[in-house]
């Protein structure tokens, strides 16, 4: 691609200079592109502009009108006030500036200004500026009600709002002719999609006629951005399916169908969907790169036991990786309970194994004795060969690192992979973060699940909390207490897991067996405290977020969450899902500051028990976040316009032309790909070297 326009240098814009391209480049304006999408942060007319003649002191305030007055007052504290008298047809009203007295060389009577601020009483009512635009010299003649729309941009000190308005007076024109340079995507798919050409995009979000032209720009810029993390992740995806030989099953249902039958309970529908487009994948000469997401509870561990079945039907192996050895012994019961019938045999590889033990673990691996093998992070250390590895399944996969979920991936052919998440998450943040991934999703539980019963507390209602959890335990009962830290911290006045240990032993529970739990616990020794809740040794464990992951304790009836305002709404859900597993009625109590208790947050938490739901409204309220992990806030740097709670239709486009173009053309060599790969370039270079796609 020859140097663009739009890659130019913002000092060799019309009107701004080295001084200014400095102060421009500082606040992330480098080059023509980066004016071009430097889009207005809000967008005013009349009907969102107030009628000066209506302000009342305290209002927050939009205002437009011309400069009758205008002049400096010094003050008695040196301070020099820059100060105007503005009107409308309605009205009259003093605005300030304190310290602004240039603004008197730069304003001039007759001039109008869009002016945003609160109103305040000093000496009669005055509009405290927050910010303002002195509209087009030529406007100021027009009838602000003719649809005119105001436009305020994010400014900064150095570069305010009329500067940046001037930069776009003079230069928008030619930016915006130069905008369909790196138009990607072809006329029809764009009309089908229903995206306008970028050139038009930026003439609605630079020049609205309508206050609905900034988002029908805003859906354009935000399906890009979605399209090009998608294609970047399409390129992951072709790799991992398509340029490695696969497995390509038989089914002969000599072990899936005993089982079905034998099962105390049919599968739910949504169990039944979601193996079907597992055993889709399985049995296409492609290999499966699969996600499947489902809420706790929603019935995994038997999707990825029939998936498991598949691989052995056919004569392969098939392996169980988890994050802790507690997990793994469990799933290790639970399956063996059921396939041992049938004649599969289920080997256990764990780090807590003696040499012995562990040397004939690995020869039924290595001779293929065993089908099915269940572990830990020790499955993929070295020297664990399997005879016939088919299938991959790897349980709270965001428990371990890229590198180890792939570990066992690698090996010619490629065993199919399936990873599985308890953290529901919406599908538009799904499909954003695992793109590269098929998503199946179970998003219904087996009927005759009891609803977790859930109540909010303020902290003077500790001391009837524990009664309550007395009364639990009192009838055989088993419980949990989370605090959010291990240890009292100084800055904040917060109980933690240990100090509040203690307290609940010595002056609460003296007469329990209670056991502490934390993440800066040896292991063996975090191991030792779960086996013996397990075994019910301990009535009442005092926890941090450690127990999130999966552990099934079926007397567990009582979970009390402490600073529950210190939680995420998906991290309390995973932490509910630990109770309410066996048949009796079971609780979760939430002790939170009065104001969470009183707001919405916790209250949707309390009413709801759909996972997916509760992380919509979670995915709402804390907004996207940073989702690749560069940065610790704000919003992800990658999607400044796309919204994940809003742009679900656009990010399914978005997928699907991807994977259309990358599978048509993985190397993105045809021409009409040209500008796709060269944007996908600009913007993704990092990326695509991490991925080593590309
Ligand atoms: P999770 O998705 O949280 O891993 P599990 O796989 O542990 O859930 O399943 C939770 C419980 O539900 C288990 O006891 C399992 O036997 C049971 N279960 C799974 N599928 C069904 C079903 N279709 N009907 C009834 N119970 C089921
Ligand atoms: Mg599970």
Known sequence: MDLSKLDMPVQFLKGVGPRRGESLARMGLVTARDVL??????????????????????????????????????????????????????????VTWPGQPWLDQKLKEGDTLLVSGSVKFFHGPQLQPREFVIMDREDSGADKDQGVIFTSYPASEDVPQWVLRGLYEKNLDDLLSRAGDEEYMPSVERDRIGLLPLPETFRRLHRPETL?????????????????????QALVRHRETQTRS??????????????????????????????????????????????????VGSGKTLVALFAMLVAVEDGHQAALMVPTEILAEQHTRTIRELVEPLGVRVALLTGRLKAAARREV???????????????????????EF????????????????????????????????????????????????????????????????????FLRGPAGRDEVWEFVRRELDAGRQGYVVYPLVDESEKVDL??????????????????????????????????????????????????TVIEVGIDVANASIMVIDHAERFGLSQLHQLRGRVGRGADESYCVLIAEPGEVAGERLKIFRDTSDGFEIARADLQIRGQGDLFGSQQSGRDPNLRFADLTRDEAILIEAQRLARAIVEADPELRAQAHTAVRNVLYARHAERLAFYEVG
């Open 387 to 454: 005879a016939r590895l088919g299938l991959t399944v790897v349980d709270e996969q965001h428990r371990f690192g890229v590198r180890q979920r792939m570990a066992l991936a690698e090996r010619d052919p490629s065993p199919d992979l399936l990873l599985m998440s308890a953290t529901p998450i919406p599908r538009s943040l799904a499909m954003t973060l695992y793109g590269d991934l098929d998503l199946s999703i179970l998003d219904e539980l087996p009927p005759g699940r009891q609803p977790v019963q859930t």
């Open 246 to 295: 696969g497995i390509r099953f038989e089914r002969s249902n000599d072990l899936i169908r005993p089982l079905l039958e034998a099962l105390p309970f049919s599968l739910t529908d949504a169990q039944t969907r979601v193996l079907r487009e597992i055993t889709t994948d399985m049995t296409s000469e492609h290999r499966m790169n699969r996600m499947l997401q489902g809420d």
């Open 495 to 544: 109980r933690s897991a240990t100090a509040q240990f203690e307290f609940l032993s010595e002056e609460v529970f003296p007469d329990r067996r209670l056991g502490l739990l934390h993440g800066q616990m040896p292991g063996d020794e975090k191991d030792r405290v779960m086996r013996a809740f397990l075994a019910g040794e301990i009535d009442l464990l005092v926890a941090t």
């Open 362 to 384: 690995m020869s039924e691996i290595a001779s293929g004795a065993a089908s099915i093998v269940i572990g830990t992070h020790a499955l993929i250390q070295d020297g664990v």
């Open 37 to 94: 999408y430097h889009v207005p942060r809000r967008y005013d007319d009349a009907s969102t502009v107030h009628r000066i003649g209506d302000l009342a002191v305290g209002m927050d305030a939009t205002i437009v009108g011309r400069i009758r007055t205008k002049g400096v007052i010094p003050t008695r504290a040196r301070l020099r006030i820059f100060q105007a008298i503005l009107e409308d047809e309605s009205g009259r009203i003093t």
């Open 212 to 232: 609905l032209d900034p988002e029908r720009g805003r859906q354009r810029l935000a399906f890009d951005e979605l399209f090009f993390l998608q294609v970047l």
